[in-house]
C-alpha cells in the first residue's frame, strides 16, 4: 500500500501538472467504453493524431504568444493563405516542393514580424494588429484564388507531408501485421527517455539535490513508457507513424526545449510575468515580442502547409477558425491569460484532448450542434479547473 | 470601564505550513487610537484581513467582538456594514473617475434605479470638508498626488458611516507635510467619534500619536503598551518587536572612500513626454570607489527618474548630457547596455517593477544575469540552484527553499531577493532606490550590513532614500534633490537633519 499511497501524495502536489493527463484518459476511456473499442482503433487515433498537427502546431506558437501577454488573431486565414501561396507556386510557377516549403515558411517569420512590429515599437494591442492581419490575410486568400478557385495539388511528395507515412524495413525484417520500423522508433524514444532521465537524476544527486524517492521514480518511468509504447504499438497496427506526426513531434520537442532550458525560454517567461521588470533587468521586450510573433507566423506557414497537404488543396476558405481551435487548444492546455504561466506540451495535449472530442462524438454520430457545445463546456471547465488549483497550489 | 469597541479573542489564522496567527488577542476601546507595531512578517496585515472579512469566518478559529456582538463577517461587505473600513497601502481608487464618482462607489446615491448625481455631488463636498481636503470634487483621482488620493480613501470610509478606521502605512509613500496632515486629521477624527487602528512601521510617528500601541512578533502578541501610562518608547517598541536591544541599528563600518571617480554624471537634463515637462535639470554628481552616496529629497523630487534616466532610459525620457565611467564617456540605449557596464539598479517598487511574482527565487535572482549560468545559451539549471543557494545564505533569505514562489515571501525577504538578484550581475555601481521600504527593523540592519560588506569590497553604491536616519546613519556624502535639481551637496561630517530638510524643500 505504501507505494499507492506515495504516489497519490505526488499526484496531489502536482495535481496541475498531471491534471491534463488524466482528463485526456478519461475522454479517451469513455469514448472507448461508448464507441466498443472503435476509438482507441489503430486507425482511428492515427486519424485522430493526423487531424490534429495542424492545429497543434499553431497551439504550440500561440502558447508563446499567450504567455508574453498578447493575442494573434490572423493565424488562421495566414495559415490559409501561405497554404494557397505554397499550391500557386507549385502549380502555377511550378517550383519544386524543397525550394517551396522553405519559402513558405520565410514568408511565414515575415508575416509574423509584421504583425509584431507596431505592437513590439509603438504599443499597439496585438488584438487590435493581428485583427487587421486576419482581414488583409482573408482578402489575400480570395485575391490568389479568385480566378482559378481550389487549387489541386498533385505533388506527391508534398501531399505526403499531410497523409504519408514513413516508409518501413524491407519486408524479411518486418514483424508481420505491424509497421516494424514505428515500433523501433518507439523503442528508441523510450530508451533515450529513460536514460535521459537517469542521467538527470544522477546530476541532481551529485550536486545533493532533493529528487523523487526510487521508487516513486521507476513507477514514473514506468507509466510513461508503458503509454509510449501502447501508444507505439496502437500506430503500428495501422500504417505507422505519419509524417505530420512525425513534424508535430519534432516541433514540439524543439519548442519545449526553447522554453525551459535555453536563456531565451527564461526571457520570454519573464517578460511573461513582468515587463517592467523583465526590461530593467536588461531584456528588451520588444525584441521578445518580435521573436515571439515571428515564431508564430513560422508555425502559421508549417500549418498552412500541412492542411494544404492534407486535403492536396489550396481553398478559398482554408484556416477559417484555425486561431480560434489553436487559442482554445492553449487554455484547455493550462496557459494563463494573466502572462507567464504555460506549457508547450500542455497546449499540444489541449490540442489533442480538443479533437478527441470531435472524434469520439463523430464515431457515435452526435450532431455538430452538439460538439459544439460540448467542447464549449470542456473549455471552460479546463479553465475553471486550472483557476481553481492554482488558488490552492499557491 | 466601558467594554471595547473591538475585542479579537485567541484569533489563530494558518497558511499551508505556517501558523501567521497564533493565539493573538486585540481589543480596542472606542475613540482611541490604536497602534499596530510589528516586523514584517509579524501578522498585522493578517490580523486585518480577519477583522475585515478578507479571510471569512470560519478561516480562522477564535472570536470577533465588534460593538459587543460576535461577529462573522463572510467578506469585506460585511465588515463595512457593520461600520469598519480598512485602507490598505495600495489604494483602492479607481484613477479614471472623478473624486465624488470614487467617494460614493458601491453605495451610490440613488433615486428610484438612477444616480443622484446632484446629491452625490453635494455629500462628497461635505466628506472632503471632514477631511480639510480643498479640491474640486469634479478632478479625476489620477490628477491627484498620492497624499490626497489618500485623503479622498478617507472620505470615502467616512462616507460609510465608519466606526473603526483601520489604516495600514498610511505614510508610507508620503512626504512629511502631508504626513503631519493626515496624523492631524486622524486626531480630528477621533474627537468625531472614529477609532482609529494604524499599522506603521515609522516609530517615531507612533510615538506621536499613539494612546495605545500593541505590538506583534511571530504571529503573536507580545504586549499592548499605554501611551498615558508613560510606557511607549522608541527603545521600548524596538525591544518588543525584535525580542532583542538593537543599541546602533546603523552598524559601524570603517570609511575607506577610494580616490578614484568611478562614475560622473555631468548636465543631465531629462524631458518626461508623457506629463510633457523637464524632470531632470543640470543635474551633476560624482561617486567614487567604495563610496555609499545619497540622494536625499522629497518623494515625488525626481529621484527614481534620475535613476532610471541614467540605467538605459526605459521610460524613454528625452534626455541630454553625459555619463563618465571610470573617466570615459558613455552612453547606455537601454538597461542592457547599462548592466554590461557594470551598473545595477534595484528597483523602489519591488512588485511593481523589481520581481517577477509568479517565478521563484532561484529565477528572479538569476534572471538579470542568465549568461553566467547557461553554455550556448543553454541554462544549466543545476548550477542554477546553487547560485541561489549561495545568495540565500549569504543575505540571510528566509525562505524554505529556492524554488519557493517570490510572491509567498514577506517584504524584506523580497528585497533581499531583488538585492541578491542584482549582485549577480557583479555590478562596480549598485543604484538602491529605497532600499528598506517597508520592511522591518531587523531585515533593514541586515540589508545596511550586506551595504557596507559591499562597499568594502569596492562597489560603489547611490542609495535613494526618503528617511532622513537612514542617509545620515549610511552615507559618505549626500547629495539633496529637490524638484529635478540638485540643490545641495553635503559631505557626511556637516549633514544634519535640519540642513538636508531645508535644501529638499528649497
Redesign the interface.
Known sequence: MGLFKNASTVLRANIREYGMYIALFVIMAIFTILTDGVFMSSRNISNLLNQTGYIAVLAVGMTLVIVIRHIDLSVGFLAGFLGAIAAIAMVFWKLPVIVVIPLVLALGVVAGLITALPVAKMGIPSFVASLAGWLIYRGAILLVTESTGTIVVPNQTFNDIGNGFIPDLPVAMRIPGLHTLTLIVGLLAIIFYIVNEIRSRR??QA?N?EVLSMDMFILKLVIISALVGYLTWVLAGYQGLSWTLVIVLVVVAVYHFITT???????I??VG??P?????????VPRIILITFGSMGFLSALSGILFTARLQSATMTAGSLFELDAIAAAYVGGVSAAG??GKVVGSLLGAVVMLSLTSGMNLMNIGIAYQYVVRGLVLALAVIFDVATRRKS? | MTPPILEMKNITKEFPGVKALNNVSFSVQKDEIHCLVGENGAGKSTLMKVLSGVYPYGDYSGDIVFEGEVQKFRGIHDSEKAGIAIIYQELALVPEMTVYENIFLGHEIRRGALVNWNETLKRAAEMLKKVKLDINPTVKVKDLGVGKQQLVEIAKALSRDVKLLILDEPTAALNENESENLLSLIRDLKKQGVTCILISHKLKEVISIADKVTVLRDGQTICTLDADLGQVSETVLIKNMVGREIDNIYPKREHVVGEEVVLEVRNWNAYSPIVERDILKDIHFNIKKGEIIAFAGLMGSGRTELAKSLFGNPDGFRIQGEIYLKGKKVAFSSPHDAIEAGLAYVTEDRKGNGLILIQDVKQNITLANLQEIARRSIVNSNVEVNVANDYRVSLNIKTPSVEQRVSNLSGGNQQKVSLGKWLFVKPDILILDEPTRGIDVGAKFEIYTIMNRLVEQGMSIIMISSELPEVLGMSDRIYIVSSGRITGELPIGEATQEKIMSLATN
Open positions: 546530476t541532481k550536486y539535490f532550458q535555453t536563456v531565451l525560454g527564461r526571457h517567461y519573464a510575468g513582468n517592467e521588470a523583465a526590461e530593467l533587468s536588461g531584456i528588451s507567464g504561466v499557491k
